[in-house]
């Protein structure tokens, strides 16, 4: 069965940094693009960034363009998000999630973690 585990969210203050990783398992990385996605409550989730780890095709949404930076250890089977120069508009669940391609689309990935909280505030 596939499963992801999110880690590494915390609160930090604006101006931080984190990183967060998604840990797979009962399937390997290699087919798959890994999407990061970011949930607010009462907004539908949003595609921050992908990586489509045969090919290494990278997606950024333009809001997080350069300032965060999706990458992949294929040995430890996990996917990592750099997060810096946060903001407090990066608050949010923020979920990876395994699908066929890199779309923004939440509904074309297959499957999901359950999250990791990541929250910017002064």
């Known amino acids: 069965q596939v499963h992801l585990v999110e880690s590494g969210g915390a609160l930090v203050q604006p101006g931080g940094s984190l990183r967060l990783s998604c840990a797979a398992s009962?399937?390997?990385?290699?087919?798959?693009?890994i999407g990061w996605f970011r949930q607010v409550p009462g907004k539908e989730r949003e595609g921050i960034s992908c990586?489509?780890?045969?090919?290494?095709?990278?997606w950024y949404a333009d809001s997080v363009k350069g300032r965060f930076t999706i990458s992949s250890d294929n040995a430890k089977n996990t996917v990592y998000l750099q997060l810096n120069s946060l903001k407090p508009e990066d608050t949010g669940v923020y979920y990876c999630?395994?699908?066929?391609?890199?779309?923004?689309?939440?509904?074309?990935?297959?499957?999901w973690g359950q999250g990791t909280q990541v929250t910017v505030s002064s």
């Open positions: 990586i489509g780890i045969r090919d290494g095709n990278l």
């Open positions: 999630a395994a699908g066929r391609v890199c779309t923004d689309f939440y509904r074309d990935f297959d499957s």
């Open positions: 009962g399937f390997v990385l290699d087919p798959y693009a």
